[in-house]
C-alpha cells in the first residue's frame, strides 16, 4: 500500500485558512488522493479528493503537485468545527480495493 | 437518506466471551466494510463484503470474523476476546469504487 506522510498536529484560528501538507512519494498513476476527517467522537467523513487537477467543494480545495508526489487541503476560513483528525489517503481505482489505509493523520486544532 | 448505523453503540464484555456488532448500510449501498481503531495503532482494516461476499481481508486473526445478509446489512463477530480488542469498531458502506460512509462506531470494553 502506498504511504502517505502527515504532520501529526497543526493549530490554527479561527476563520483564518488553514493548509494541511500531504506527502505521497511513491504514488502510482492510478492513485487517487482521498482525504477523511475524524471529529471527536465520530466515525470518519470524507472531505474530498482528486487525481491531478486541483479540486473544489464545499467542504475544502484540494491543490495537488505537478508531479503529484505532496498534495494540501484547504480549508477556506476554519470553524470550531473543523477542529478533527485529518486523512490523507491514496486509493487505487478503478478496480481497486474499497480498503482504506488510514495513516495517523494530522490532528487539527481551531483557536477561537 | 439515513447514514450507516451501528449497533450497539457500547459494550462491555470480559475475556474469552464472544461479540456480535451490527452494521446497516446506507440503502442502495452494497459494499460494507469494518474496521477497528484503537489508540495504539489508528484505524485499521479489518475486511470488506460486497454481494454477500467477502472481497477483502486485513491482517486480523481468524477471530475476527464478518458475514452480509441479502439486504446487505452486515454483522461482525470476534470471538475468545482479549483485552487487546477493546477498540472502536467502524462500519462504513459504499456503492462499489465509491465514497466510503463511516458509521459512528461500536465501542468494545473487554475487561
Known amino acids: 500500500d502506498a504511504k502517505t506522510t502527515q504532520p501529526n498536529s497543526m493549530e490554527s484560528n479561527e476563520e483564518e485558512p488553514v493548509h494541511l501538507p500531504c506527502n505521497h512519494s511513491t504514488i502510482s498513476g492510478t492513485d487517487y488522493i482521498h482525504w477523511y476527517r475524524q471529529l471527536p467522537s465520530q466515525g470518519p467523513e470524507y472531505v474530498i479528493h482528486g487525481l491531478t487537477s486541483n479540486v473544489n467543494n464545499r467542504m475544502a480545495s484540494l491543490a495537488i503537485a505537478e508531479d503529484r508526489k505532496s498534495s494540501t487541503l484547504i480549508l477556506h476560513r476554519a470553524t470550531l468545527r473543523d477542529a478533527a483528525v485529518y486523512y490523507c489517503i491514496l486509493r487505487d481505482r478503478p478496480g481497486g480495493s474499497e480498503k482504506l489505509v488510514f495513516g495517523k493523520g494530522t490532528k487539527l486544532t481551531v483557536n477561537p | 437518506k439515513a447514514g450507516v448505523t451501528q449497533t450497539p453503540r457500547y459494550l462491555i464484555k470480559t475475556r474469552g466471551q464472544q461479540v456480535t456488532l451490527s452494521c446497516s448500510p446506507i440503502s442502495g449501498h452494497r459494499s460494507v466494510s469494518w474496521y477497528q481503531q484503537t489508540p495504539g495503532q489508528g484505524l485499521q482494516f479489518l475486511f470488506e463484503y460486497f454481494s454477500e461476499t467477502q472481497r477483502n481481508k486485513g491482517n486480523f486473526p481468524g477471530r475476527f470474523s464478518g458475514r452480509q445478509f441479502s439486504n446487505s446489512r452486515s454483522e461482525m463477530n470476534v470471538s475468545t476476546l482479549e483485552l487487546g480488542d477493546s477498540a472502536l469498531y467502524l462500519c462504513?458502506?459504499?456503492?462499489?469504487?465509491?465514497?466510503?460512509?463511516f458509521g459512528p462506531g461500536t465501542r468494545l470494553l473487554v475487561l
Open positions: 462504513a458502506s459504499s456503492r462499489s469504487q465509491e465514497t466510503q460512509y
